[in-house]
């Protein structure tokens, strides 16, 4: 360590500068802990010790319910002490945390700042000189050489010891880093024993900051947020550019709500997908789920008698009221898009199927039953009352935006507090390790698959809604792509079991104010695909390098 008149501290002295807070607030913590060993703490200690009478399976019910009784018997006395201590405790952590605002930054912390900044200067400053040593080093072993082969091994060990000189700089840079870091923390660990881990919000946030710039890297953020930061740009040149080509602004509050109604459907679609991408599957039929539900549910709300047949049958369902024709059109199209995910699910599960087969193979059997039974027509519009019953707007706003904000709720919940969520991710990051943890890896990709087709179900059934109808077998072509790939940019990994319910959120509406955007400047629909490519591309590449770097 370099002397004091460099402004870098010893580790001695930064103990003594840091002695008289500690000797302070310690003499302090000893009174309070005095003063808790019969209140506070054995209140804690006594709730532990009925936790783990309930948990004794050796003794008898009634025992267990007497030890209880004297447990609880001894919480009331504790908390009574706790309660007679109570304000001169709150007085001494007062009076500890005064001290340690008035001293710490003044007295301590500056100085430790102050004397990692000349640290990271120094170890700069012998890096250079190290490199230049070396390089001078190098060049007059260089000039006594003559051999072809001697002078390639001294190029190749210049190069080691250049790398060594480095490594060595960036542990200097680190040390000082951690001894900073170090610093910053001690506050918090007193007060943390002050306060017994009660932290003001203020305080919290202070600590989430420090540790995230503290295990910040440049790479992995860029690997984790680089394409987000690359689409954000392009939004912002797109609502730069917008008014000046078409004289109109982008971001303007109807397009916003435009762009969430559009994904709103879309949503349910990624989040029935997402599942099956976390266990390192897909589904290629989401697109043609969408025009099977679009066709039946038009066909059970079609206003009038249908003008098209089905299997040459007309179908007139005006004698049935409107809202059971609207529950028996959502629930026929969770019928129907479950029974196909299920399809597709068992011989996924049951016969180690690819999905991709799996689901291409449904994509073509679902086509081709409606195309033949349709003659691909269009069935025209649904009851124009149905959609204002269903997601009737409130002033400006459409309610279907709430239904789409439900859906991320419910599916969140499964994913992350239920026993199948956790079960989903196991599988998806390990099957086989699942299957000898105990976990029946068949029953939870059949889950994901039902659970697909629910909200595949769903989201047609809505987008009907928000249409007006016009169901036919060609409706959702290419929507399979916008689902899987709203799922990759939004994080969830093709590895699998790794993906979260926010990034799904997010890649949709990427993908959705995209679209949006491009089509309100005029770019042609078939220019869109190129864009859509490029991003999936992009999202994929850093999905496979994230994963590189993990191994």
Same mark, same amino acid.
């Given at each position: 360590?370099?002397?004091?008149?460099?402004?870098?501290?010893?580790?001695?002295?930064?103990?003594?500068?840091?002695?008289?807070?500690?000797?302070?607030?310690?003499?302090?913590?000893?009174?309070?802990?005095?003063?808790?060993?019969?209140?506070?703490?054995?209140?804690?200690?006594?709730?532990?010790?009925?936790?783990?009478?309930?948990?004794?399976? =050796?003794?008898?019910?009634?025992?267990?319910?007497?030890?209880?009784?004297?447990?609880?018997?001894?919480?009331?006395?504790?908390?009574?002490?706790?309660?007679?201590?109570?304000?001169?405790?709150?007085?001494?952590?007062?009076?500890?945390?005064?001290?340690?605002?008035?001293?710490?930054?003044?007295?301590?912390?500056?100085?430790?700042?102050?004397?990692?900044?000349?640290?990271?200067?120094?170890?700069?400053?012998?890096?250079?000189?190290?490199?230049?040593?070396?390089?001078?080093?190098?060049?007059?072993?260089?000039?006594?050489?003559?051999?072809?082969?001697?002078?390639?091994?001294?190029?190749?060990?210049?190069?080691?010891?250049?790398?060594?000189?480095?490594?060595?700089? *960036?542990?200097?840079?680190?040390?000082?880093?951690?001894? +900073?870091?170090?610093?910053?923390?001690?506050?918090?660990?007193?007060?943390?024993?002050?306060?017994?881990?009660?932290?003001?919000?203020?305080?919290?946030?202070? *600590?989430?900051?420090?540790?995230?710039?503290?295990?910040?890297?440049?790479?992995? #953020?860029?690997?984790?947020?680089?394409?987000?930061?690359?689409?954000?740009?392009?939004?912002?040149?797109?609502?730069?550019?917008?008014?000046?080509?078409?004289?109109?602004?982008?971001?303007?509050?109807?397009?916003?709500?435009?762009?969430?109604?559009?994904?709103?459907?879309?949503?349910? +679609?990624?989040?029935?997908?997402?599942?099956?991408?976390?266990?390192?599957?897909?589904?290629?039929?989401?697109?043609?789920?969408? %025009?099977?539900?679009?066709?039946? =549910?038009?066909?059970?709300?079609?206003?009038?008698?249908?003008?098209?047949?089905?299997?040459?049958?007309?179908?007139?369902?005006?004698?049935?009221?409107?809202?059971?024709?609207? +529950?028996?059109?959502?629930?026929?199209?969770?019928?129907?898009?479950?029974?196909?995910?299920?399809?597709?699910?068992?011989?996924?599960?049951?016969?180690?199927?690819?999905?991709?087969?799996?689901?291409?193979?449904?994509?073509?059997?679902?086509?081709?039953?409606?195309?033949?039974?349709?003659?691909?027509?269009?069935?025209?519009?649904?009851?124009?009352?149905?959609?204002?019953?269903?997601?009737?707007?409130? %002033?400006?706003?459409?309610?279907?935006?709430?239904?789409?904000?439900?859906?991320?709720?419910?599916?969140?919940?499964?994913?992350?507090?239920?026993?199948?969520?956790?079960?989903?991710?196991?599988?998806?990051?390990?099957?086989?390790?699942?299957?000898?943890?105990?976990?029946?890896?068949?029953?939870?990709?059949?889950?994901?698959?039902?659970?697909?087709?629910?909200?595949?179900? #769903?989201?047609?059934?809505?987008?009907?809604?928000?249409?007006?109808?016009?169901?036919?077998?060609?409706?959702?072509?290419?929507?399979?792509?916008?689902?899987?790939?709203?799922?990759?940019?939004?994080?969830?990994?093709?590895?699998?079991?790794?993906?979260?319910?926010?990034?799904?959120?997010?890649?949709?509406?990427?993908?959705?104010?995209?679209?949006?955007?491009?089509?309100? +400047?005029?770019?042609?629909?078939?220019?869109?695909?190129?864009?859509?490519?490029?991003?999936?591309?992009?999202?994929?590449?850093?999905?496979?390098?994230?994963?590189?770097?993990?191994?």
């Amino acid at each position: 360590m370099a002397n004091t008149n460099e402004g870098i501290l010893s580790l001695l002295e930064e103990q003594r500068l840091r002695k008289p807070i500690e000797n302070y607030v310690g003499a302090i913590q000893k009174k309070i802990d005095a003063l808790r060993a019969d209140g506070t703490n054995k209140v804690i200690e006594l709730q532990s010790s009925i936790e783990a009478a309930k948990r004794d399976k =050796s003794i008898s019910h009634d025992e267990k319910a007497q030890e209880i009784a004297g447990y609880q018997s001894g919480i009331k006395k504790a908390k009574e002490v706790e309660a007679a201590n109570k304000a001169e405790v709150e007085s001494l952590i007062k009076d500890a945390e005064a001290y340690i605002n008035e001293h710490f930054d003044s007295d301590y912390y500056n100085a430790v700042k102050a004397s990692v900044a000349a640290e990271k200067v120094k170890a700069r400053q012998d890096y250079n000189m190290n490199l230049a040593k070396l390089a001078q080093e190098h060049a007059e072993t260089m000039k006594s050489l003559s051999d072809a082969h001697e002078l390639k091994d001294e190029k190749y060990v210049y190069k080691n010891k250049q790398f060594d000189a480095k490594l060595t700089y *960036q542990k200097a840079l680190q040390d000082s880093k951690n001894r +900073l870091h170090d610093a910053f923390t001690w506050r918090y660990h007193m007060i943390d024993l002050l306060r017994m881990s009660h932290f003001t919000l203020q305080e919290t946030q202070a *600590q989430r900051w420090e540790n995230y710039k503290y295990s910040f890297n440049t790479r992995s #953020f860029l690997l984790k947020n680089g394409l987000y930061i690359v689409i954000m740009l392009v939004f912002i040149l797109l609502c730069a550019i917008t008014p000046a080509i078409k004289g109109t602004q982008l971001l303007t509050y109807t397009n916003v709500i435009n762009i969430f109604q559009q994904a709103a459907p879309r949503m349910f +679609l990624a989040l029935g997908v997402a599942g099956l991408i976390l266990l390192t599957g897909t589904d290629l039929s989401i697109g043609r789920m969408v %025009g099977m539900g679009m066709t039946a =549910s038009t066909i059970i709300m079609h206003q009038g008698i249908n003008t098209g047949q089905v299997f040459g049958i007309t179908f007139d369902l005006t004698g049935i009221p409107i809202v059971a024709r609207i +529950l028996m059109a959502l629930v026929v199209c969770i019928v129907l898009c479950t029974i196909f995910t299920s399809i597709a699910g068992f011989f996924t599960a049951k016969f180690t199927m690819h999905p991709f087969i799996s689901t291409m193979a449904n994509m073509l059997i679902i086509f081709g039953i409606i195309t033949y039974a349709t003659k691909g027509v269009s069935f025209g519009a649904i009851e124009p009352t149905i959609p204002n019953m269903v997601i009737p707007k409130i %002033g400006d706003f459409p309610t279907i935006i709430v239904w789409a904000v439900a859906a991320i709720a419910v599916v969140w919940f499964i994913w992350n507090k239920t026993t199948f969520g956790k079960d989903l991710y196991a599988v998806g990051g390990n099957p086989e390790a699942a299957a000898v943890s105990g976990i029946n890896v068949f029953r939870v990709m059949m889950g994901a698959f039902i659970m697909a087709g629910i909200l595949y179900g #769903f989201g047609s059934w809505l987008e009907c809604m928000r249409m007006v109808g016009s169901g036919s077998a060609a409706y959702g072509q290419g929507w399979d792509m916008d689902a899987i790939a709203a799922c990759v940019v939004g994080g969830v990994s093709f590895t699998g079991g790794i993906g979260k319910i926010s990034g799904v959120t997010v890649g949709v509406l990427i993908f959705t104010a995209l679209t949006y955007s491009l089509t309100i +400047l005029g770019i042609d629909t078939n220019l869109q695909f190129v864009f859509s490519g490029i991003i999936i591309l992009a999202a994929v590449t850093l999905d496979c390098l994230k994963y590189v770097q993990k191994k």
